[in-house]
Structure formats: C-alpha cells, structure tokens
C-alpha cells in the first residue's frame, strides 16, 4: 500500500479503544475492556489520525470459513467508526479499501462483515447474502414435549461449554455453508464476551448429539445456537426447554437459516417468526475463490463480464470452465468491452456463488444482463443450499 495506516503502538490501542467507546455509544468497564483488547489483539487495526487524534478507525479479523468442504481463508471487518466531527469524509471508505488491497496482496479470498448500511458497503463490493430467521413464542403457548428415550443426559455449563461442543458444531452440515471455523482464540474472547449458558445432551454411550447455547435474560430465554444430530437429541433438548415454562415469559431462537420452524408447531399461529438480512460477504480474489470452488457438476466453457470497481483485479472478462471436477479460470481481458455470455458486478456474482441467489432469478429482476441460458448453465454448476452464519464480529 501507498500509505501505511495500520495501527501497532500502545498509545494507538487505547485510543482506537475509546474511539469505539465514543463511536458506540459503549461505557468502559473491566468486562467490556477484557474482551475488547482479547480481540484486538488478534486483528489488522487500521486508523486515520488528524490534529494528534484517531479519527477513523476499523479491524480486520483473520477468520477461517467452511464453504460446502473447503475452508477458505476470511477476514471479517467490524468497528468501522469515525468521530462525529469527521465523519462524512470518506475516512471509513478509505480505511475499508486499504483493508481490502491488503486481503488480496495476502492471498485472503472472502471477506464478510455486519453492515450499518447494506447501500454504503455495497459501493465497496460487499452484498447481502447471509439471513437469521427468529422465532418467539409465550411461555403459556410452548407445546408439550414428552421425550422417548430417556438412556441419554443432559448437562448444563457456563462458557466453558463452547470448547466441548466446538468438534460437534464444526461437524453440523449448516455450519459448513460458509460458517466460521471457530478457532481457540475465537472460542475464548466469547467467553469474555457472554454470559452464556450451555446445555449438552449425550446418548448413552456418552457421545455428543446436540447442544442449546442460550441466553437467561431478564423475562426471555433466548436461545443463540441450537444443534441436533438425531431426533432424540432434538426431542430432549426441546424438553430441557419447555422445562423453564414456568420462569420466563417469553421463548425465543435465532435460527442461521431462512426456514422457518412454525410448521412444526401444533399452532402454528402461536410462533411470531421474523426473517431479517444479517452479515454481507465480499469475494476479495475472484480467480483463487473459482479455483477452490466446489462445483457440483461439470460446466462448458462461459464468459463472464465482471465489474469490481474496489479491486481491479476482478474486474475485466473471464473465461470459466469445469471439466471433470478441475477447474479453469483465466481473466481474458481487464477491460469490459469484450464477447461474454453474462455482464454482472461482482456482489451479484458473490450472491450466485453464495447460492444466496440464483443468476437466473438476478437476470429476471434485472440485476445482471446477458444470455437467460447462460445463467441457467452456470446456476446448474452452483452450490444451492442457502449460506448460513452464526458468528457476529
């Protein structure tokens, strides 16, 4: 980079601290600092400063993903932050794109993060892809649940859970549509983080099937994570939580998915379900993204005219091609002028890539042009399942 605008001093710590403190809204405490600083350690910080001051800053986590079998390097950008005084001078928009330049030149493919504004992070190739679905029910209206069988236990932990359910949660199909690959360091700063409460059933032969990490909050129990891997897992967790009926008033679960759960209830009315747009993904290195893709089936030569206006890298004319499972990805021309088969920017190729979005449904709506055929082509060689997400940073 031309400018080097990574922060590494002691004094840049503490004031990269209370920008986010005053940015926030947030107070300072021995909590907040703990898990603050556990996870700033581990980021790429970046600050612009003016007058003496920090007056811009954001982190840059260095993250693995699980992506339908392949585990792709992410950084996640979070704090994205100005002093109110300088705000609206494009010193977050400089920031982020330094951030991005030095993700590609470091061979780092993807990058997600919790948008304040879908339109403003658009503008830097970022697109909504991942959803949460919530859903609320009274404790007057939980359902019965009588469990079959009885042979396994559950146990109930404070954060140390999270260790001991991190092999079973790296395991559950879901969490490998795109999912964090959680980490020790990870792991520990939720620790500092939340005040959580972890439920784990094992069968009889002591072996993990499932776990609740959940939230005891004043009237409600709020349910963050929820994995089954048979039905009698399901079955008892469900029991351990209708178990609380006569504590809370309120049940709730924010599910990584778009499915709704209401159908499964014996009323269905009874379950206030709200799906709402959650965290954007970006693709930072759209020829090593392809490369390790896991293409479904095989796809005859297409071109593709991609527009990154961030990263020029990506942008310009590619030629993709899948045969017998390998891969070949070359970018014929930079410029867009060329023959292609399909014209679109890079957030609706990440959407399509993601299964986020099909092209052919993009082409309908008119956020792609090119050949109908061509999408339905490429679209058939895609991953389909939707992504999903659990992790916030």
């Not at 581990?42 to 339908?68: D, E, K, M, R, T």
């Not at 072996?207 to 079955?235: H, M, N, V």
Request: charged residues 15%; proline residues 4%.
């Amino acid at each position: 980079m031309a400018e080097n605008l990574r922060l590494t001093s002691d004094a840049d710590r503490e004031a990269f601290y209370h920008l986010y403190q005053y940015a926030f809204n947030n107070h300072d405490s021995p909590a907040r600092r703990a898990f603050f600083m556990d996870r700033y350690q581990h980021g790429w910080i970046y600050g612009l400063h003016a007058n003496q001051q920090l007056v811009s800053g954001l982190y840059s986590l260095p993250f693995q993903v699980n992506f339908h079998g392949v585990t792709y390097p992410m950084n996640g950008i979070g704090d994205v932050m100005s002093a109110p005084e300088y705000s609206g001078r494009g010193g977050a928009g400089k920031l982020l794109t330094a951030a991005l330049q030095e993700m590609a030149a470091k061979q780092i493919p993807l990058s997600y993060l919790a948008p304040f504004s879908y339109t403003y992070y658009r503008k830097f190739g970022y697109e909504q892809v991942f959803n949460h679905t919530q859903h609320t029910i009274a404790a007057h209206d939980l359902p019965v649940i009588k469990p079959h069988d009885l042979s396994g236990t559950i146990t109930r932990y404070g954060n140390e859970g999270l260790a001991l359910v991190n092999d079973f949660y790296a395991a559950q199909p879901i969490n490998q549509r795109g999912g964090v690959i959680r980490s020790e360091w990870w792991l520990h700063y939720l620790t500092l983080k939340h005040a959580w409460s972890v439920a784990i059933y094992r069968n009889a032969d002591q072996q993990i099937e499932g776990y609740l990490i959940y939230d005891r909050q004043a009237t409600t129990f709020a349910i963050q994570e929820w994995g089954a891997s048979t039905p009698t897992a399901q079955q008892r967790l469900a029991n351990f939580v209708t178990k609380h009926g006569t504590t809370f008033q309120t049940f709730s679960y924010e599910a990584p998915s778009e499915t709704p759960l209401a159908d499964l209830f014996e009323n269905p009315y009874a379950v206030h379900v709200t799906t709402t747009p959650y965290m954007m993904a970006r693709i930072v290195l759209l020829h090593d993204f392809l490369k390790q893709y896991p293409f479904t089936s095989d796809l005859a030569s297409i071109r593709l005219a991609v527009t990154d206006a961030t990263l020029p890298a990506n942008q310009g004319i590619w030629q993709l091609q899948v045969t017998h499972g390998q891969v070949t990805c070359n970018r014929v021309t930079a410029d867009l002028t060329g023959k292609s088969d399909l014209q679109l920017t890079i957030q609706q190729f990440t959407k399509a890539l993601f299964g986020a979005r099909s092209l052919a449904s993009a082409w309908h709506y008119g956020q792609l042009t090119g050949d109908r055929t061509a999408a339905q082509r490429l679209d058939a060689s895609l991953v389909h399942d939707k992504p999903a997400l659990i992790d916030y940073f």
